[in-house]
């Protein structure tokens, strides 16, 4: 049985999490952690409206449900308190599961830190679909690099989420850059604007009720190679992080992703 406690327990991922968590033998939600001011109750089966959890506690502080977890599930949304959570999990020695992205560089310098005392594992997308996607876009890339082809990246999500490009299209970029030697990514382009040697063109759509979708591009001449995963339910996402909470417990300190999940 691994014990899980979920930060932003009462998003939109929060209650696929839990959901699914609920559906599951090997896990238990022993606790939630949400903002201030979205908290309508201290008993995350009120708040939620289910019975099941009725009696565990919802709070505003990690600290306060910390001892009860084997793992830590972060999907609050928020890199600042994302990144407070991890530094509360590590000096537990608890290991800790980030699914929240638009970190800063900075950022996700301090959570690499953390990894040396506490397993960490930070992924900007946990369905297996994305990871698959990530690996053919590294083969691609390579493949591609000394070929005269461009790599152009777009992406869809909907109208509420926050960051801009998506986490997951930024790291598809890194993959590219790694691979090809581009050095400048653009997010727009207009007016005399002609496409750069060193680019890679990464675009946000924003719009409706579009769960995800990142489709990779490499441009050639006569030919065109496209590489697209689309997310129907937040629901992939979520299995994910269940299967890397699960992964995670009794792991030694390090970074991970879940290409070590998923043994990529």
């Known amino acids: 049985m691994t014990k899980v406690v979920v930060c932003g327990a009462l998003g939109r991922m929060g209650r696929s999490i839990i959901r699914l968590a609920l559906q599951d033998p090997e896990l238990q939600v022993v606790g939630g952690v949400e903002h201030p001011d979205c ?27 910390l001892p009860l977890a084997d793992v830590v599930i972060e999907f609050s949304g928020n890199p600042t308190a994302a990144v407070s959570h991890a ?14 992205t638009g970190f800063t560089e900075e950022e996700v310098k301090e959570i690499k830190e953390l990894s040396s005392i506490a397993p960490v594992l930070l992924s ?35 109208r509420f989420k926050k960051d801009a490009p998506s986490g997951t299209a930024l790291k598809l970029a890194r993959i590219i850059s790694d691979a ?23 675009f946000a759509l924003r719009g409706g009720d579009v769960v995800g979708d990142h489709t990779v591009f490499f441009l050639g001449f006569g030919e065109r190679l496209e590489l697209t995963h689309r997310a129907t339910s937040r629901d992939t996402f979520a299995k994910g992080a269940l299967e890397a909470a699960k992964w995670i417990k009794g792991k030694e300190p390090g970074f991970y992703t879940m290409f070590d999940v998923l043994g990529l």
């Open 124 to 158: 900007p997308n946990m369905s297996l679909g994305v990871n698959l996607l990530f690996k053919l876009t590294e083969l691609a890339a390579r493949v591609l690099s000394d070929k005269n082809f461009d790599p152009e990246i777009a992406e869809i999500h909907h």
């Open 87 to 100: 530094k509360l999990t590590a000096l537990e020695k608890k290991p800790i599961v980030i699914g929240t």
């Open 39 to 65: 908290i309508p109750s201290l008993d995350l089966g009120q708040a939620l409206g289910e019975e099941r959890l009725k009696g565990v506690p919802l709070t505003s502080r990690l600290e306060e449900v």
């Open 180 to 202: 090809m030697g581009k050095q400048k990514l653009t997010h727009c382009r207009q007016g005399e604007a002609k496409r750069q040697e060193d680019e890679v063109g990464v």
